[in-house]
């Protein structure tokens, strides 16, 4: 059952607390810029309103998880800084200061597994709309006299002009998972393998058949504890568990071809534990046989299939593990434009960006800042054809313009540098450099919540910048009207005296 409530007529805080809130806090400048409200309502959308037993207030469940990526917090020690931290709990809208916990950090995975991706992303596009003046468009107003009514349609019909500049590149989230090798997957296989032999065996009391698990875990530890490894050891240790990982793979089809046996002997996680592992299988007996150590779409790990080796060439990590996002940055907010479990090349992420810029904004950008990697022709032809302008250095041999592109180029790189910038500033200080997440669709949901973040940080900058700029607006008013008030008295002075 959920029952909404409008927070524009919920008094935070009564008597004594508000008299010892700092308004300088950063919780509660958060409180202020986002939108609950509108938040709240979306909240809900998906929700049975009839079922199921009351629901957490939306403010409640969302201000957790604000906390939680902007401090880069686990979910026990969220809960536990929101248990003593009056301010936060001010930002969650509770009417007063509680000891209590405001719910059980289990419930955060649940929480994940409802807003997704494309939750977040819709989140974010409320809070900015919010905090942001509404775009005007470039409308010519002509009168009825003066243009006839055609002409007036026509003119409303144009697509606006071309406006803004927007700032792309792309990178890597990493993963929480251990450091993948053919053996150690192929042993982490064979073990969940001898597991569900034994509950198959346990739930329809079957002969357990021989697994040699002993042997081959004896065998597993020869090579992986060694200090160095040969290449032969390691193929032919390799040799060795693809056996036992077949075999055991033989016996879980022949327990589960028994006529009397039912089909749910198995829950949906064994199962597809057990189909995962047959394609682990299939790939690695295929680079054992043709003697590679790639194939399309490698599983690294058994407990997080979706997760793909991303070969970047970056110094100190020449691969890394996880999803492979593209962001464009305007006026200092972040965008998520793409996300992918596989290796792409990110070229096709201009097209996308500024696509979604139009779709937010109705005109495509006048400007895109990107990395030399998206300057290919494609990318040339397609924006030359949509009036945009790619910074980038130009094709062919050099010209006399060559030297003042390159001007341009280098004014271009020092404008990218925002992109790298959040980069780092999700990476370090909300962790999105090690996703500890372990489903496709919560890992998703915690790279959406961290945009989320790094966009209230920047708004909260914006507003204290405005309000300082007013401010100054103000003082400066003030100073100019005094020193004429003071020259006005000399003038008169001047006068009475002569």
Not at 9 to 16: K, R
Not at 167 to 174: G, H, K, P, S
Not at 276 to 293: A, C, G, L, P, S
Request: charged letters at 30%.
């Amino acid at each position: 059952m959920i029952l909404p409530k409008s927070h524009k007529q919920y008094e935070l805080f009564p008597n004594p607390f508000d008299e010892h809130l700092s308004s300088d806090n950063r919780w509660i400048k958060f409180a202020k810029i986002i939108p609950w409200d509108e938040l709240s309502v979306f909240y809900y959308k998906r929700m049975n309103h009839k079922m199921g037993a009351g629901a957490l207030d939306a403010r409640v469940v969302l201000g957790a998880i604000i906390i939680k990526h902007h401090e880069n917090l686990s979910d026990e020690g969220c809960i536990e800084a929101i248990q003593e931290n009056l301010y936060m709990q001010y930002l969650l809208g509770l009417p007063s200061f509680q000891k209590e916990k405001v719910f059980a950090p289990s419930l955060f995975v649940e929480i994940r597994k409802r807003l997704g991706l494309d939750y977040w992303q819709e989140i974010n596009d409320i809070i900015i709309k919010h905090n942001t003046p509404k775009i005007k468009r470039n409308e010519e107003n002509a009168s009825e006299h003066e243009k006839s009514d055609s002409e007036t349609v026509s003119t409303i019909n144009e697509p606006a002009s071309n406006q803004g500049t927007i700032n792309i590149d792309a990178t890597i989230v990493e993963q929480d998972i251990q450091y993948p090798t053919d053996l150690g997957i192929l042993n982490e296989s064979r073990e969940k393998l001898e597991e569900l032999i034994d509950v198959i065996c346990k739930k329809t009391k079957q002969k357990k058949p021989r697994t040699y698990k002993i042997v081959a875990r004896k065998e597993y530890l020869n090579v992986a504890k060694k200090k160095n490894k040969s290449k032969k050891k390691i193929r032919k240790a390799v040799g060795q568990q693809l056996n036992f990982v077949k075999r055991d793979l033989q016996h879980i089809d022949t327990l589960l071809s028994k006529e009397n046996i039912s089909e749910n002997v198995l829950n949906k996680y064994e199962l597809k534990y057990l189909q995962v592992i047959n394609e682990v299988y299939r790939q690695q007996k295929e680079m054992y046989t043709n003697k590679t150590h790639s194939t399309a779409h490698r599983i690294v790990s058994i407990h997080q299939p979706h997760v793909r080796p991303m070969v970047r060439g970056k110094a100190g990590s020449n691969v890394e593990f996880g999803s492979k996002i593209g962001i464009s940055v305007y006026n200092g907010l972040a965008f998520l434009d793409m996300l992918s479990w596989e290796s792409y090349n990110e070229t096709v992420d201009l097209e996308i960006s500024a696509d979604n810029y139009k779709k937010r904004n109705g005109y495509y950008p006048a400007k895109i800042n990107a990395d030399q990697i998206y300057m290919t022709r494609k990318n040339r032809n397609w924006c030359k054809e949509r009036d945009i302008i790619l910074n980038g250095k130009p094709l062919g041999r050099p010209t006399e313009n060559t030297k003042e592109k390159l001007k341009e180029l280098k004014k271009g790189v020092s404008e990218r540098n925002c992109v790298e910038g959040k980069f780092g500033q999700a990476k370090r200080w909300y962790g999105m450099d090690n996703i500890r997440a372990r489903l496709k669709n919560t890992s998703e949901s915690m790279i959406g919540a961290i945009v989320v973040v790094l966009n209230l940080t920047r708004l909260v900058q914006q507003h204290v910048i405005t309000f300082l700029r007013t401010i100054w607006d103000s003082t400066e008013i003030l100073i100019h009207s005094f020193i004429q008030t003071i020259y006005n008295c000399r003038i008169l002075f001047w006068k009475l005296t002569f």
